[in-house]
């Protein structure tokens, strides 16, 4: 949004505590060591953390101790990742917080 009215897309200065969110969404292909081609997609939910989160060789931790996800980007964590490549025998969720994986209420 623009609720300045300066003609540019409003961001807070830090976006730790902001609720701020992305997704990524990728897909590859690529030829294994088989030579077979392969077929790779990539879908991950990334926030903005809390004030009070903390970092800790990484991982950012909720006020009471509960894991939020990988650190990215500063202030950013991954609360979930999901992979599907058939190739490799991957499929599904990789990765979801403890803490939960809604990208709503942080």
Not at 9 to 20: C, F, I, K, M, Q
Not at 70 to 92: H, L
């Amino acid at each position: 949004m623009d609720c300045n009215l300066d003609g540019k897309l409003d961001r807070p200065a830090n976006y730790r505590g902001s609720g701020a969110w992305c997704t990524n969404h990728w897909t590859n292909t690529y030829v294994n060591d088989n030579g077979q081609q392969c077929h790779y997609d990539e879908f991950v939910k990334i926030v903005a953390v809390p004030l009070n989160a903390v970092v800790k060789d990484g991982i950012f931790y909720n006020a009471d101790g509960t894991e939020i996800g990988q650190s990215i980007w500063g202030n950013f964590a991954i609360i979930e990742d999901i992979v599907n490549d058939p190739c490799a025998n991957v499929k599904g969720v990789q990765y979801k917080s403890p803490d939960h994986s809604g990208l709503g209420n942080w």
